[in-house]
């Protein structure tokens, strides 16, 4: 079993940065691909980003590309989303995960609480 627990999210105007933090405990993330999805209100759950184990492989969505980039630091058992050029439509509940490499919710055991990101126009 491993814990997640995101922090970094908060309000931001447009155009600027955040960077989102997962700490994990438990078991070591070297077990796991690490992803990172968003919920906005009202709205499915949506894929965000996705990294392998070994940080060799990413995905991100194409809402995304470009602005933000996913890693992972083994050693310290975290993973990181940086988010630059902030948009308004990125507001959402952001939610780290780990399991399976993949796009789809389905391929995550373990999963976050979310931190709330906002971006304010």
């Known amino acids: 079993q491993v814990q997640l627990v995101e922090s970094g999210g908060g309000l931001v105007q447009a155009g600027g940065s955040l960077r989102l933090s997962c700490a994990a405990s438990?078991?070591?993330?070297?077990?796991?691909?690490m992803g990172w999805f968003r919920q906005a209100p009202g709205k499915e759950r949506e894929f965000v980003a996705v990294?392998?184990?070994?940080?060799?492989?990413?995905e991100s969505a194409d809402s995304v590309k470009g602005r933000f980039t996913i890693s992972r630091d083994n050693a310290k058992n975290t993973a990181y989303l940086q988010m630059d050029s902030l948009k308004p439509e990125d507001t959402a509940v952001y939610y780290c995960?780990?399991?399976?490499?993949?796009?789809?919710?389905?391929?995550?055991?373990?999963w976050g609480q979310g931190t709330q990101v906002t971006v304010s126009s």
């Open positions: 990294m392998s184990k070994s940080g060799g492989t990413t």
């Open positions: 438990g078991r070591t993330i070297r077990l796991y691909s």
């Open positions: 995960a780990a399991g399976s490499y993949g796009s789809s919710p389905l391929a995550f055991n373990y």
